[in-house]
């Protein structure tokens, strides 16, 4: 008999990394900024829909980003103790 090899066990593509929206709230630091992501969900109970919001410590490489952008980011490896996203594009600059 013989034994053909698949490859079945072949890493996974990167295109499923989470992917994020936000507005970045803070770019005083050199080479990070930090976006802020908000999302709507609706209460369990009452059906009210409720603004939740989180923050993530993002890589610019380029410090191109300014406080107030509109930039889409990428989870990645971990860079730093709190760094674990990075930036993929400006969608919007701010006014």
């Not at 507005?23 to 990070?32: G, N």
């Not at 509109?70 to 600059?93: A, C, F, G, H, Y």
Request: aromatic share 4%; net charge neutral.
């Amino acid at each position: 008999m013989e034994h053909t090899e698949d490859n079945t066990d072949a890493p996974a593509e990167r295109s499923n990394r989470k992917e994020r929206i936000g507005v970045v709230e803070s770019a005083k630091m050199d080479k990070t900024i930090t976006v802020s992501v908000r999302r709507q969900m609706k209460h369990p109970m009452y059906g009210k829909y409720l603004e939740r919001s989180s923050t993530h410590m993002t890589h610019d490489e380029e410090n191109q980003a300014n406080e107030g952008d509109t930039v889409r980011i990428m989870e990645t490896r971990p860079i730093s103790k709190n760094k674990r996203w990075r930036l993929v594009e400006i969608i919007e600059e701010a006014k």
